[in-house]
């Protein structure tokens, strides 16, 4: 849900009807809705359709408008975070809230905690839980590190839930909201006189300049990153040796009022002085499309010269980087003047003396040239016709440093969360479909299968990102070729996009092959049907696998490298149940159709095989019911299954049953990844190692910056609670209450639509 289409009310006279609203409680409704019903004319009395926050229910009234005033988001944002309502209805009749609103991350404060006020910093400013399908916003807290004396009286080290929002030492955090905060000294400089101050000094200060500023009693320096405007005041982004958290290598965003020009020279010793080391080239060769380093606060960052030229009110020739990764501040503008092109946070601006040729190659000249020649050759649809070569999966030991984080993953963009899933599930730790990107396939195609291994493949296991304009690329490519009209704007179904790329791109050989009847039918992918008289409750994939094929009457062909099955559902919205247990394993043994199976009871070489004995609550909950001669003898002279009609199973030739009982190699398939929906958005979760606990979860569009013209943020966070879950008994596992689960484990639970198992042995064939 995108906070910002929704237009929020507090209610402030209590409506006729329902009777339990309370006073102060905030609701919203879409501003289309909003619009429609024009509400905002003057004398216009009516009822307008909204749903109140933090309700465990989407319900919707109609309340009428004389009993409710008109929030902004930012406004909602800070009352949603008091509680009682009536106390923030206090607030916001005296509209002592509105003070609270220019607060800035570094302000020293005071906070009210248990009838104490204790002296802290603000070091976080946002919200401390996750957005809802009911909650489009859950209120904005303050996170205040507590200063000696108070320090040691708080309750946290920056973290709420499992995630961390600032660090701290232990006990010295605490959360807050607005109306428990206070600042330390008045501001100093009026609001007024600081728009003033910031109008004047926005004309001198630019991306690129030296600045310095004095912050927590000591004077720090600074490389000006970006300048904007945010409710009318000037915000400067600073690259700096230290964060606002006195961490090596970060950056600081501060009012511009607070900002000086220049470089600080101070006779006293006892100030912090933090200069980032900036060092002037003297490469004559760097020239547009150069590849560069420049070393700002945070250490060093890479990318490629786009513009050279001089900025209004410049003297000093200026440079626009398109870096490698989404450290900068723009798109290739500065104050609204377009320069360069590049994706969002992709773009910084410095001196072309801070530059100097990237010290990772050797030739810059010949690695550009090189670059160049393949783009040109793949636009005039000339392929490179050299051995294609891939990063291998991620490893266990490597997850840590490489994906887990914001930024990481697959960066979702315009409905491609099916297919970011899709791909992040198959390819980060994974290497059982690795033939689809080296698979001769037409030249009409080759661009498609090039993108998936060089821009998306390549790069999330190498530097654990992949970029949204590559997907769109990707998506783009598949619409041009004919293979659907919406991939580029469309939600599609996992399977349907995985079904066009193997099958009719790269012509890959069906993963699965089924015998039924005695023909052998393939496929890709496998849903699993249930009939209606399933016994079932909280089933594992192992007994939804094998009732679908009793029901169905199929058996394995053969043992399939890489099996992908889609969870039963009543169409596409419902579920059939409200959990599902991973099967970490799945024993395909008994599936298959041809090979020696063992008898059930004593072991030995099974010769038959009881349909009507699967059912059977006397024997196991799993496992086709097979049976030696001697056995199924017995079994079936019980007078309750008289009836059955037990039939002869294949005896592979040359098998010869020595009269012991058997030990066969099992055929086992193992979990690598489960694909998720909830209210049609996709989400994976990924097995990356042997233990039960390692499991990380990913989503496309975790977070997103900007408007309509902003961008996806996707992270991968570590999910071992889903480890504790899969440890517990059926039964205990029954007992959970999904919203009081752990972590992300609720939706692996209870939201998976489509199960990854991989053979280890057969991968290494196909």
């Not at 160049?372 to 070569?389: A, S």
């Not at 994939?541 to 394995?556: P, T, Y």
């Not at 020696?596 to 030995?604: L, Y």
Request: glycine share 8%; hydrophobic share 35%; with cysteine.
């Amino acid at each position: 849900m995108n906070p910002s289409d929704y237009v929020y009310f507090i209610i402030t006279k209590r409506p006729e009807n329902p009777l339990h609203i309370k006073l102060g409680s905030i609701c919203y409704t879409r501003e289309f809705t909003y619009n429609t019903h024009n509400v905002s004319q003057p004398g216009r009395h009516a009822k307008l359709p909204v749903t109140f926050l933090k309700s465990l229910t989407n319900l919707i009234y109609n309340i009428d408008v004389i009993c409710m005033e008109k929030l902004s988001l930012e406004e909602a944002d800070f009352l949603l975070a008091c509680e009682p309502e009536d106390e923030r209805l206090h607030w916001f009749r005296d509209n002592a809230f509105q003070a609270s609103l220019g607060l800035t991350v570094g302000t020293n404060v005071m906070v009210k905690e248990e009838d104490e006020m204790l002296m802290g910093v603000i070091r976080y400013i946002g919200p401390i839980l996750e957005p809802d399908y009911v909650n489009p916003i859950r209120g904005r807290f303050f996170g205040i590190e507590l200063q000696k004396p108070d320090k040691g009286k708080g309750k946290t080290n920056g973290s709420f839930g499992s995630k961390t929002f600032f660090l701290c030492e232990k006990n010295c955090g605490i959360f807050a909201p607005f109306s428990r905060v206070k600042p330390l000294v008045p501001t100093p400089v009026s609001p007024s006189m600081a728009q003033l101050h910031s109008q004047q000094q926005a004309q001198n200060i630019f991306p690129g300049d030296n600045v310095y500023f004095f912050i927590d009693g000591k004077y720090r320096y600074g490389i000006v990153l970006d300048i904007q405007e945010d409710g009318g005041q000037h915000i400067v982004q600073i690259s700096t040796d230290k964060d606002e958290n006195g961490k090596r290598g970060g950056e600081i965003k501060l009012p511009l009022y607070m900002v000086n020009k220049g470089e600080f020279l101070s006779g006293s010793g006892s100030m912090d002085i933090d200069i980032p080391p900036v060092e002037a080239h003297t490469d004559l060769s760097i020239s547009l499309n150069s590849v560069v380093e420049v070393t700002l606060g945070k250490g060093n960052s890479y990318g490629i010269i786009r513009w050279i030229g001089r900025l209004p009110g410049r003297e000093d020739k200026m440079v626009g980087l398109e870096l490698e990764e989404a450290c900068g501040v723009s798109d290739g503008t500065v104050h609204g003047v377009r320069y360069f092109d590049c994706p969002p946070k992709r773009a910084l601006f410095v001196k072309l003396m801070s530059c100097r040729p990237d010290s990772r190659f050797q030739n810059i000249s010949a690695q550009n040239n090189m670059m160049l020649e393949l783009d040109k050759n793949e636009e005039d649809g000339n392929h490179d016709t050299r051995k294609l070569e891939t990063v291998p999966p991620i490893s266990t030991e490597q997850v840590e440093k490489l994906l887990i984080g914001r930024m990481k993953g697959i960066q979702g963009h315009c409905n491609s969360c099916y297919m970011d899933s899709a791909l992040f599930g198959l390819f980060s730790c994974s290497s059982v479909l690795d033939s689809m990107l080296f698979k001769a396939t037409t030249p009409q195609d080759a661009p498609i299968q090039r993108i998936l291994l060089h821009d998306i493949v390549n790069p999330l296991r190498s530097k654990g990102f992949v970029q949204g304009q590559h997907i769109m690329r990707f998506r783009e490519q598949l619409q041009k070729h004919g293979y659907c009209q919406s991939f580029t704007t469309d939600e599609k179904d996992p399977e349907e996009f995985l079904i066009i790329v193997m099958h009719h791109i790269l012509v890959l050989e069906p993963l699965l092959k089924l015998s039924a009847a005695g023909k052998v039918q393939e496929s890709y992918c496998y849903q699993i049907f249930l009939d209606q008289n399933h016994s079932l409750v909280l089933p594992t994939v192992q007994q939804l696998l094998e009732h679908s094929f009793h029901s169905g009457g199929l058996k394995l062909a053969e043992v399939p490298s890489c099996l992908i099955l889609q969870m039963p559902r009543f169409g596409k919205k419902f579920k059939m149940f409200s959990k599902i247990i991973p099967s970490l394993e799945l024993d395909i043994t008994d599936l298959l159709s041809e090979g020696p199976q063992q008898c059930i009871m004593c072991g030995h070489m099974a010769v038959e095989e009881c349909a009507d004995c699967f059912k059977e609550p006397v024997f196991s909950q799993t496992g086709f019911k097979v049976f030696c001669k001697t056995c199924s003898t017995q079994v079936h002279s019980h007078p309750q299954r008289l009836s059955h009609q037990p039939a002869a199973l294949e005896v592979p030739k040359g098998y010869i049953d020595r009269g012991i009982p058997h030990s066969l190699t099992r055929d086992r398939l193992e979990l690598f990844a489960v694909l998720c929906i909830e209210t049609s958005h996709y989400v994976s979760f990924v097995k990356h190692g042997p233990n039960t606990r390692d499991w990380i979860f990913f989503d496309s569009m975790a977070d997103r910056e900007g408007e309509r013209d902003g961008f996806n943020i996707p992270e991968v966070q570590a999910c071992p609670e889903v480890g504790m879950y899969l440890e517990m008994s059926p039964a205990e596992l029954a007992n959970q209450v999904p919203r009081d689960m752990k972590g992300v484990a609720k939706r692996l639970f209870c939201d998976a639509y489509m199960y990854l198992y991989r053979s280890t042995s057969m991968c290494l064939y196909r």
